[in-house]
């Protein structure tokens, strides 16, 4: 794998890990009122469906290449995002239509 190719997949897998956190977020604020058995089958879909657009990405990026710190930094990007959170307002960043649903 040449290093342009790499640096590229280190990128997608942080911002995947960025997205990761945001999209985990809006799941769990849009089945908060599901029933508890629902809840897990609704969580167990999605995790697969993340997992398989990662997959999906890194198959059309780099030939289905994945390594270990690929997915250290889609952590670091999860971790990331947890971070920026608490000093970062999105409420004014964030158009209001979105923020709305998010911050219900």
């Known amino acids: 794998m040449d290093e342009v190719t790499q640096l590229l997949s280190f990128l997608v897998s942080f911002l995947f890990g960025f997205g ?7 799941h769990f604020k849009v089945t908060e009122t ?5 809840k897990y089958v609704t969580t167990l ?20 290449v994945i390594h270990i710190y690929f997915v250290f930094f889609v952590f670091l990007g999860f971790l990331f995002y ?5 000093y970062v307002n ?10 709305k649903y998010i911050y219900k």
Do not use: D, E
């Open 20 to 26: 990761f956190h945001f999209l985990t977020q809006f």
């Open 34 to 38: 599901y029933p508890m058995f629902l």
């Open 45 to 64: 879909l999605f995790i697969l469906n993340i997992v398989l657009i990662y997959l999906l990405s890194m198959y059309y990026l780099n030939c289905g």
């Open 82 to 86: 947890g971070f920026l959170q608490k």
């Open 90 to 99: 999105f409420k004014n960043i964030l158009p209001k239509k979105i923020a």
